[in-house]
């Protein structure tokens, strides 16, 4: 039988009068047949709320694992509310339907509490229920560990969650419903000529996401790609059976997508910064001492520079890593100045990453070139540079990130007429 998952989040089920809207939408999908899973998140601003009273409650002295745990308990609850609310608004509609808790599906978890990873799905009963037409509203962003305790995806989870479903009941589509109607180009609150992308590859969503895009949890696309889950990213907030209710952002296999630009999209991120040791020794196992120094710090690096001084026998080390690892990074090299011997170590926060992201570079010339050329036409200066086969990205001072963004938006064809 065809089963299809259907997700909304927490704007879409942010009271009941959308929960009551979201029920309609399920019934009409309702009529198409086949087997229905729905997932939904917390009511919007739920989470952070009880991640308040969480951190509240447990003051300064209960950190690291003796929060964590009981941390998930509470913030998960925000879920188990909207997935009754939900079941209760398609019964009044005259459907079957129940909801499902995490443990209940036995959707198994890691017990690294506050961001576990799902190990398994233990969902027999849940798939015969589902066939049988009884439509299972489940609580996204939780599941359960080996040891019988409540674990939470990490925020944003409850796409990983619909997700995860849909890969165990092997269903024909992950319709993520959101409060936008797609993927856009880029941000369409910088630049207004952004359009929404008809279809993306996995790979492009993935790093999409991974660089700021917040549409979906960068594991749900993961997941969603490691088990060829194709995922449509729709808007919740059309009429049943109008005009817009089927158009969207199809995240689906490269070979599936017919009309293929070099440059799909355009990420930027302000959360950056830029962390350079100057004078350091250019002598084997420096880069080595130096990492693990900040991977001990817990520290997530993501670019890498290391570049020639002037001096004999020295470098200089540039990376770059969030605004707030960069607090961590500096506290960790100043500590073991003496130790690595390097000179003087500068952090600058005023930086921004903009990134193109297309699988068409794969296969074409140029791609470099047209976006350094229009950044240079726009009097941008380039700090660190870094690539990979469908991406680059630049370091830029943060003042220049909107004008970086709309000049690339257009060198790459990207705006809408
Ligand atoms: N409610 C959770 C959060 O706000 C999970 C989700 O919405 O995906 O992060
Ligand atoms: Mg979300």
């Known amino acids: 039988m065809a089963r299809t998952v259907l997700k909304f989040g927490g704007t879409s089920v942010a009271d009941l009068d959308r929960i009551s809207h979201v029920a309609d939408v399920v019934a009409a999908r309702a009529r198409d047949g086949g087997g229905l899973a729905v997932v939904v998140s917390a009511m919007s601003g739920e989470t952070n709320k009880l991640v308040g009273y969480a951190q509240e409650a447990a003051g300064e002295g209960v950190t690291g694992a003796a929060f964590n745990d009981e941390y998930d308990v509470v913030v998960s609850s925000g879920e188990q509310v909207t997935s009754g609310l939900l079941a209760l608004a398609l019964r009044k509609r005259g459907l079957k339907a129940r909801?499902?808790?995490?443990w209940q599906l036995a959707l198994k978890t890691t017990n690294t509490h506050g961001s576990a990873r799902i190990t398994g799905f233990q969902g027999e009963g849940f798939a015969a229920s589902v066939d049988a037409g009884e439509i299972a509203v489940i609580a996204g962003f939780q599941?359960?560990?080996?040891?019988?305790?409540?674990?939470?995806l990490g925020r944003g989870g409850s796409?990983?969650?619909?997700?995860?479903?849909?890969?165990?009941?092997?269903?024909?589509?992950?319709?993520?419903?959101t409060d936008v109607d797609g993927v856009y180009t880029t941000d369409p609150r910088i630049v207004s000529k952004a359009q929404r992308i008809p279809a993306i590859s996995y790979e492009e969503m993935l790093e999409m996401a991974s660089l700021g895009a917040k549409v979906l949890q960068t594991r749900s696309v993961e997941l969603a790609?490691?088990?060829?889950?194709?995922?449509?990213?729709?808007s919740s907030f059309h009429e049943p059976g109008s005009d817009m209710d089927n158009v969207g952002t199809l995240v689906c296999d490269?070979?599936?997508?017919?009309?293929?630009?070099v440059v799909s999209g355009i990420a930027y991120s302000r959360d950056e910064a830029k962390v350079t040791l100057f004078g350091v020794a250019d002598t084997p196992g420096m880069a080595s001492r130096?990492?693990?120094?900040?991977?001990?710090?817990?520290?997530?690096v993501d670019m890498i520079v290391q570049a020639n001084a002037r001096g004999p026998d020295r470098a200089n080390m540039v990376f770059t890593c969030t605004d707030r690892d960069s607090r961590l990074a500096e506290e960790a090299l100043h500590q073991a100045q003496a130790e690595l011997g390097y000179e003087a170590i500068e952090v600058k926060t005023d930086v921004a990453k903009v990134s193109i992201i297309g699988v068409g570079m794969k296969s074409h010339t140029g791609v470099a070139e047209t976006m350094f050329r229009a950044l240079y036409e726009k009097g941008i200066n380039i700090d660190v540079i870094s690539t990979s086969e469908i991406k680059i990205s630049i370091l830029i001072e943060a003042a220049y990130t909107e004008l970086a963004v709309r000049a690339l938006h257009t060198a790459f064809d990207l705006d809408a007429d």
């Open 290 to 300: 130096i990492f693990s120094l900040l991977a001990a710090a817990k520290v997530n």
């Open 225 to 234: 790609m490691n088990h060829r889950v194709p995922i449509r990213v729709l």
């Open 99 to 102: 909801s499902w808790l995490g």
């Open 159 to 177: 796409d990983t969650s619909a997700v995860a479903v849909a890969a165990a009941l092997e269903a024909k589509s992950c319709d993520i419903y």
């Open 143 to 152: 599941g359960v560990t080996d040891e019988a305790r409540v674990a939470t």
């Open 254 to 261: 490269e070979e599936h997508i017919v009309e293929k630009q």
